[in-house]
């Protein structure tokens, strides 16, 4: 019992030491970067200090103007990832399970999606404008294939043994769905759900830059405008915090949802 | 009991050499279901141009225990899979019990060389996969069965190999069938949990009556197992010899490995 809470606490103590080891460098970078500013060795134009995009944080959360367009563009991210990824869904599950589907629409989403994305912004901005459905549908398109090109491979590639075994065992079709082929297909939609929120944000850092009139890449755009450069590195940086609070929601739901997979085994299932 | 004495009454009327059961079977603890005799008359089954079976005629009695010995690709699979339903035979008459066989069969139970549970299901939802009324004590009493009870809320990962055969027997247990078909299922374990399985298999069997088909590629687990050695070679039945009945069977038994050797040049 005692020799088990001290290895624990040798655990959080590794663990510790793992962190601040990772840690050291962009630390170091930090303090580098905020005495080169200091000193005139950079520019406060080219690069500003770290202390004053920490200054520039606090005045735009405090005049709200921060939140507002985290929050808009949080928001264009979550629809655009919600529209297309049930459509690459819908999609990816329909060719899997029947061949009929598969023969229509595959050979012509695998051609669709060898079309960079972003190559039809200048038709998206005719279509519809800087409306919020341009930024929208970008993500949309862009969050679709990965999630499609995965739900279909996951169901595809799930234990045919097993779907034999539940037909064996009198399971219905729609009970085989629900109980065998999508739980095994799971892994790879959640590997494809990765992949589309990364795009998701790649997508509407571009779109928002090139058209917008609020959200974080308006937000950096603007602040070119007038030199802020302090505020466009505030704006790289909260991109960066929001795609890292993505990815921390996806590893949760692995979690959750992969609790009986080994690789993401919770302590729970340790004996 | 009544199982045992139906099979001592048979063994007589079947005129084989019968010898007293050595081991005292427990009580079964359930209603033994009773098992359902398998009759093949002219079956034979082709893909494509490949035939795979040629006009089987076989005839297994209700409880009987048969092992399928032969070597790969000689048909065991297809045969097997013929009784379960999951094909149907290109030519001939394949009766179970009272019924010609079309179409999957509920009292027809299947345990493959990989014991095929859904990793994202915990041991008793997975013993209790076919759901129906209580199904959930009836999962229990399976596993309880097999000596899993303990087992019931793990994830199959962390179990062993022949842990997690023995679930996959809980799971085939369940619905009490009149066949179970064992398809090289003891195939990649080591050989002390194969033995540990063989007598688990031997005592669910006499416990409860059913006709089991084991298809194996050791000639000395069949003998051990089964009352029964057919040899299927090239997609037609090479020897159909009966095992003297005295249970437990010694290794070093004269006629017994005689009988190995015999089994052995017709594979
Ligand atoms: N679904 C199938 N389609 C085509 N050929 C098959 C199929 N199933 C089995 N076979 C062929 O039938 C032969 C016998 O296979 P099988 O019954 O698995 O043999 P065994 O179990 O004795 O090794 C093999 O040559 C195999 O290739
Ligand atoms: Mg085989």
Same mark, same amino acid.
């Given at each position: 019992?005692?020799?088990?809470?001290?290895?624990?606490?040798?655990?959080?103590?590794?663990?510790?030491?793992?962190?601040?080891?990772?840690?050291?460098?962009?630390?170091?970078?930090?303090?580098?970067?905020?005495?080169?500013?200091?000193?005139?060795?950079?520019?406060?134009?080219?690069?500003?200090?770290?202390?004053?995009?920490?200054?520039?944080?606090?005045?735009?959360?405090?005049?709200?103007?921060?939140?507002?367009?985290?929050?808009?563009?949080?928001?264009?991210?979550?629809?655009?990832?919600?529209?297309?990824?049930?459509?690459?869904?819908?999609?990816?599950?329909?060719?899997?399970?029947?061949?009929?589907?598969?023969?229509?629409?595959?050979?012509?989403?695998?051609?669709?999606?060898?079309?960079?994305?972003?190559?039809?912004?200048?038709?998206?901005?005719?279509?519809?404008?800087?409306?919020?459905?341009?930024?929208?549908?970008?993500?949309?398109?862009?969050?679709?294939?990965?999630?499609?090109?995965?739900?279909?491979?996951?169901?595809?590639?799930?234990?045919?043994?097993?779907?034999?075994?539940?037909?064996?065992?009198?399971?219905?079709?729609?009970?085989?769905?629900?109980?065998?082929?999508?739980?095994?297909?799971?892994?790879?939609?959640?590997?494809?759900?990765?992949?589309?929120?990364?795009?998701?944000?790649?997508?509407?850092?571009?779109?928002?830059?090139?058209?917008?009139?609020?959200?974080?890449?308006?937000?950096?755009?603007?602040?070119?405008?007038?030199?802020?450069?302090?505020?466009?590195?505030?704006?790289?940086?909260?991109?960066?915090?929001?795609?890292?609070?993505?990815?921390?929601?996806?590893?949760?739901?692995?979690?959750?949802?992969?609790?009986?997979?080994?690789?993401?085994?919770?302590?729970?299932?340790?004996? | 009991?009544?199982?045992?004495?139906?099979?001592?009454?048979?063994?007589?009327?079947?005129?084989?050499?019968?010898?007293?059961?050595?081991?005292?079977?427990?009580?079964?603890?359930?209603?033994?279901?009773?098992?359902?005799?398998?009759?093949?008359?002219?079956?034979?089954?082709?893909?494509?141009?490949?035939?795979?079976?040629?006009?089987?005629?076989?005839?297994?009695?209700?409880?009987?225990?048969?092992?399928?010995?032969?070597?790969?690709?000689?048909?065991?699979?297809?045969?097997?899979?013929?009784?379960?339903?999951?094909?149907?035979?290109?030519?001939?008459?394949?009766?179970?019990?009272?019924?010609?066989?079309?179409?999957?069969?509920?009292?027809?139970?299947?345990?493959?060389?990989?014991?095929?549970?859904?990793?994202?299901?915990?041991?008793?939802?997975?013993?209790?996969?076919?759901?129906?009324?209580?199904?959930?004590?009836? !999962?229990?009493?399976?596993?309880? $069965? @097999? #000596?899993? +009870?303990?087992?019931?809320? =793990?994830?199959?990962? &962390? /179990?062993?190999? *022949?842990?997690?055969?023995?679930?996959?027997?809980?799971?085939?247990?369940?619905?009490?069938?009149?066949?179970?078909?064992?398809?090289?299922?003891?195939?990649?374990?080591?050989?002390?949990?194969?033995?540990?399985?063989?007598?688990?298999?031997?005592?669910?069997?006499?416990?409860?009556?059913?006709? !089991?088909?084991?298809?194996?590629? $050791? @000639? #000395?687990? +069949?003998?051990?197992?089964? =009352?029964?050695?057919? &040899? /299927?070679?090239? *997609?037609?039945?090479?020897?159909?010899?009966?095992?003297?009945?005295?249970?437990?069977?010694?290794?070093?038994?004269?006629?017994?490995?005689?009988?190995?050797?015999?089994?052995?040049?017709?594979?």
């Amino acid at each position: 019992m005692s020799s088990g809470r001290r290895s624990r606490g040798g655990r959080v103590l590794r663990r510790l030491g793992g962190a601040a080891a990772a840690w050291t460098l962009p630390v170091v970078l930090l303090i580098l970067w905020e005495a080169a500013a200091r000193t005139g060795l950079i520019e406060a134009r080219t690069l500003p200090a770290p202390s004053s995009v920490a200054v520039a944080l606090l005045a735009s959360i405090e005049d709200g103007s921060l939140p507002a367009h985290a929050l808009i563009s949080t928001q264009r991210a979550l629809k655009g990832l919600f529209i297309g990824g049930g459509i690459g869904l819908v999609l990816g599950v329909l060719t899997g399970a029947f061949p009929i589907a598969e023969r229509f629409l595959d050979s012509s989403v695998q051609m669709l999606r060898n079309v960079p994305h972003l190559a039809i912004i200048p038709m998206v901005i005719l279509w519809f404008g800087i409306d919020e459905e341009a930024k929208i549908f970008l993500v949309a398109i862009g969050v679709m294939f990965p999630i499609y090109l995965n739900t279909f491979h996951g169901i595809r590639t799930v234990d045919r043994g097993l779907v034999e075994m539940g037909r064996v065992y009198g399971l219905s079709p729609v009970e085989l769905y629900l109980r065998i082929i999508l739980p095994g297909a799971l892994p790879s939609i959640l590997v494809g759900l990765r992949y589309a929120l990364g795009i998701m944000w790649l997508t509407l850092i571009v779109a928002e830059t090139i058209s917008a009139s609020s959200g974080i890449g308006y937000m950096t755009m603007n602040a070119r405008e007038f030199l802020q450069t302090d505020v466009v590195i505030l704006g790289v940086v909260v991109y960066a915090l929001l795609g890292k609070l993505a990815d921390i929601a996806t590893r949760l739901v692995e979690q959750w949802a992969l609790a009986w997979h080994p690789a993401y085994a919770v302590k729970e299932n340790v004996r | 009991m009544t199982t045992i004495l139906n099979r001592l009454e048979r063994s007589v009327i079947d005129d084989i050499p019968s010898r007293p059961v050595t081991r005292p079977v427990p009580a079964p603890a359930t209603i033994p279901a009773r098992g359902l005799d398998i009759s093949l008359s002219g079956v034979a089954k082709s893909f494509g141009e490949h035939k795979v079976l040629a006009d089987l005629d076989l005839h297994i009695p209700a409880g009987q225990f048969v092992a399928v010995v032969g070597r790969s690709g000689g048909g065991k699979t297809t045969l097997m899979r013929l009784i379960a339903g999951l094909e149907s035979p290109s030519t001939g008459r394949l009766r179970l019990g009272e019924r010609d066989v079309a179409g999957l069969q509920p009292d027809v139970r299947l345990m493959f060389q990989d014991a095929r549970l859904l990793p994202w299901k915990r041991v008793i939802d997975n013993v209790g996969i076919a759901r129906g009324l209580g199904w959930r004590d009836k !999962a229990e009493a399976a596993l309880a $069965d @097999v #000596g899993l +009870a303990a087992r019931a809320r =793990d994830w199959p990962a &962390v /179990l062993s190999g *022949g842990q997690r055969q023995r679930v996959a027997l809980a799971r085939a247990l369940v619905s009490h069938p009149g066949v179970l078909l064992l398809d090289e299922p003891f195939g990649a374990l080591d050989a002390l949990t194969r033995a540990e399985m063989h007598a688990l298999m031997l005592r669910i069997w006499q416990a409860r009556g059913f006709t !089991a088909v084991l298809i194996t590629h $050791d @000639v #000395g687990e +069949a003998i051990a197992l089964a =009352d029964r050695v057919l &040899v /299927l070679r090239e *997609g037609a039945l090479a020897l159909d010899v009966e095992v003297p009945r005295q249970r437990p069977r010694g290794h070093g038994d004269a006629q017994l490995a005689q009988l190995e050797a015999r089994i052995l040049a017709a594979v």
